[in-house]
C-alpha cells in the first residue's frame, strides 16, 4: 500500500529565519508529487509540482522553492520567510503517468506554518 | 486564465440532499475531480469525471457537462459527519497539474 508522510506537524518560525519541509511516499516508484499551500478558510494554491528527480516546476513566483533529491522525496524551502508565508503546507502525489483511469492525489497531513 | 468557481458556503438539514455547483475556466482539460476536507486535515479523493454525465458512488454523486464548463456533487442522506469543505479540481490536458477552487463549506445541521 501507498503511504505518504510530511513533518513536522506544525511550525512556528520567526520572519526572516530559513525554511525545510519534507515529504516522502512510500509504496510507489515515480510518484508526481506537489506542494500546495491553503491559507485559513482558503482554496489549495499550487506551488511547485515534479514528475521525475530534479525536475520541478514552479507554479507561483515567490521567496520559496523546492527539490527533489531522491525519487520520493520532496522538499519545501525557503531562505527568508515571510510573514505572508503563514498557511497550511500539503504535500500530495499521483502514480506516474496514466497508472489509474483517475490517477487521484494522495494527501499527507500538513505542516501548519506560522510566521511571526 | 484559469478560473474555478464555487459557492463559499452552504447549509442543509441531515436526511436532506444538497448539490454543490462548480464552474471553470481552464487553458486544458483532462478530467475534473472532487474532494473532501474536514477542518484541519488534508483532502481527500471523493469522485472523478472525464465524460459528461452523470457518476455515482453510493450517497455521493457528481456530474459534468465539459461544453457548459459545469459539474455539480450531490450528497443524499446527509449526515452529520458530511459537514466539510468541498473542493472541486480540475486537471490540466498535460495531466500533471491540478488546479482547485476555493472550495465551498457545507454545514449539515440537525
Known amino acids: 500500500s501507498q503511504t505518504i508522510h510530511q513533518w513536522p506537524a506544525t511550525l512556528v518560525q520567526p520572519v526572516g529565519s530559513p525554511l525545510s519541509l519534507e515529504c516522502t511516499v512510500e509504496?510507489?516508484?515515480?510518484?508526481?508529487l506537489y506542494w500546495y499551500r491553503q491559507a485559513a478558510g482558503r482554496g489549495l494554491q499550487l506551488l511547485f509540482y515534479s514528475v521525475g528527480i530534479g525536475q520541478i516546476s514552479s507554479e507561483v513566483p515567490q521567496n520559496l522553492s523546492a527539490s527533489r533529491p531522491q525519487d520520493r522525496q520532496f522538499i519545501l524551502s525557503s531562505k527568508k520567510l515571510l510573514l505572508s508565508d503563514s498557511g497550511f503546507y500539503l504535500c500530495?502525489?499521483?502514480?506516474?503517468?496514466?497508472?489509474?483511469?483517475?490517477?487521484?492525489?494522495?494527501f499527507g497531513p500538513g505542516t501548519r506554518l506560522t510566521v511571526l | 486564465g484559469q478560473n474555478i468557481d464555487q459557492p463559499t458556503e452552504m447549509t442543509a438539514t441531515e436526511g436532506a440532499i444538497v448539490q454543490i455547483n462548480c464552474t471553470y475556466q481552464t487553458s486544458g482539460f483532462n478530467g475534473l475531480f472532487w474532494y473532501q476536507q474536514h477542518a484541519g486535515e488534508a483532502p481527500t479523493f471523493l469522485s472523478y469525471n472525464v465524460l459528461d454525465g452523470l457518476e455515482e458512488k453510493g450517497r455521493f454523486s457528481s456530474f459534468l457537462s465539459r461544453s457548459k464548463g459545469y459539474s455539480y456533487l450531490l450528497l443524499k442522506e446527509l449526515q452529520m459527519k458530511d459537514s466539510a469543505s468541498y473542493l472541486c479540481?480540475?486537471?490540466?490536458?498535460?495531466?500533471?497539474?491540478?488546479?482547485f477552487g476555493a472550495g465551498t463549506r457545507l454545514f449539515v445541521k440537525a
Open positions: 479540481a480540475v486537471r490540466n490536458t498535460g495531466g500533471f497539474k491540478t488546479i
Open positions: 500530495a502525489y499521483s502514480k506516474p503517468g496514466l497508472a489509474t483511469p483517475t490517477n487521484e492525489q494522495f
Open positions: 509504496g510507489t516508484s515515480n510518484p508526481n
